[in-house]
């Protein structure tokens, strides 16, 4: 072969190495780049959210208890306490970047419509609850996680991920978040009438009437009601109490404090039991399943609250056991400053309805529709009654007009008849 040959063949191979070695980066840097996006997808969808306690926003009146008994693998731990806050502020802003519909506001923002955090209208075990105004002059509540609260940033993303996609006229509203400077912050509408928990017990506050306690009852069945049947998946509050129930400057209800709350469809893992002492499904405790039927016990405990303002720490349930003894025994346990200002019947019936969502058996607990249903037929049939009675006011005021109009006119002849 000649020297010129040589040279070809030379050349020939060289190119030949350079397409392979090419071909060989290309598809190496195809396959990082698609594994790399494997694995961002698959972070994305580990986050989770292993909820805690939230009380109402007038917790400096609730005396109730807590259960949080969390089990959690020890390599998890160890990674928490050795990851550094930034690391995890960082991730959290990452996150609340892609959370859906949740306006964000600078620590700037809130320490300005919080007056510099002085008007402090609550304390939690989340953190201290503020009142503030904001730019555009809505009145808002403002609940800053505390610094020593362990598990607070699960319990805010809980909180933003549900009421993010959760809008109901019975759920309080979450209208903004703030996470900068290393703060954590959830704000919600104000609820100028606080808790329904410090309006039975606080006896500087006004008497709730039993229409208003009706009222109360219906939308709070409304509130669950949509959790359980109108949210896709259902979602399970898992602490539903009176310190977690609160009012609007009308007396309309809503359901709040969603920091303990699962999706009904979930990966089965064993979080621990939750709650609140007093107000905790039996059946939960022994099976450690929590079911939408653990929410419906829970708003049986509030139905009572409501007939008798007795709170759970104070034996309710026993009161109630003695009540169910007779038909009227509800009458001896109920809120004496109703005695003589509601109808009894309308007490009895609503009372049935407590018992029934307070069954030990959770199969033989109604569903939250026909509880719902339940209330509203107590209501209507209140305005029936009262619509009778205003039509036999009514006659009787026509009646009683006719007979003076009638005498009147006998006066005016008997006048006639002396003149003449």
């Not at 708003?299 to 007939?307: N, Q, W």
């Not at 309710?316 to 003695?322: G, K, P, S, V």
Request: glycine share 6%; net charge neutral; proline share 2%.
């Amino acid at each position: 072969m000649s020297q010129s040959d040589f040279i070809i063949i030379g050349v020939s191979v060289g190119l030949a190495l350079v397409i392979l070695l090419a071909s060989l980066a290309f598809f190496g840097i195809r396959w990082y780049e698609k594994h790399a996006h494997l694995r961002r997808c698959a972070n994305e969808r580990s986050v989770t959210t292993l909820p805690i306690r939230m009380n109402g926003l007038d917790t400096s009146t609730d005396f109730s208890a807590s259960l949080s008994i969390s089990i959690a693998s020890g390599a998890s731990e160890n990674h928490q306490k050795n990851s550094p806050f930034n690391w995890r502020s960082h991730q959290n802003k990452e996150w609340l970047a892609s959370a859906s519909g949740i306006p964000r506001y600078s620590y700037k923002d809130i320490q300005k419509a919080t007056q510099n955090f002085t008007t402090l209208i609550g304390q939690g075990s989340f953190g201290p609850v503020y009142k503030a105004v904001m730019a555009t002059g809505e009145i808002v509540a403002v609940k800053a996680l505390a610094s020593d609260s362990k598990q607070g940033e699960k319990e805010f993303q809980t909180e933003v991920s549900l009421l993010g996609r959760l809008h109901h006229r019975n759920l309080v509203n979450l209208v903004g978040c703030c996470v900068d400077k290393g703060q954590h912050m959830l704000i919600y509408e104000f609820m100028s009438n606080g808790s329904l928990a410090n309006l039975l017990y606080n006896e500087k506050e006004r008497v709730l009437d039993w229409e208003e306690r009706l009222q109360i009852a219906l939308d709070i069945s409304h509130g669950i009601e949509y959790l359980h049947e109108g949210a896709v998946p259902p979602v399970i509050h898992r602490d539903l109490k009176s310190a977690n129930i609160l009012l609007d400057g009308t007396m309309r209800a809503k359901v709040a404090d969603f920091g303990l709350s699962k999706e009904e469809v979930f990966d089965g893992r064993n979080s621990g039991l939750k709650g609140t002492y007093g107000y905790i499904d039996p059946a939960y405790i022994s099976t450690n399943k929590f079911t939408t039927k653990s929410d419906i016990y829970s708003f049986g405990v509030i139905i009572f609250e409501l007939i008798t303002a007795i709170h759970p720490h104070q034996n309710l349930m026993e009161y109630i056991d003695l009540a169910s003894m007779s038909a009227d025994g509800v009458d001896e346990i109920l809120d004496k400053r109703l005695v003589g200002k509601c109808n009894p019947n309308e007490v009895r019936r609503l009372a049935n309805i407590g018992h029934r969502c307070l069954h030990k058996l959770q199969r033989k607990r109604p569903l939250i529709g026909e509880v719902s249903r339940a209330i509203l037929k107590i209501k209507e049939r209140r305005l029936v009654k009262n619509d009778e009675a205003s039509f036999a006011r009514s006659d009787i005021s026509r009646t009683v007009s006719l007979i003076e109009d009638h005498q009147v006119e006998l006066s005016n002849m008997a006048s006639m008849m002396e003149r003449d």
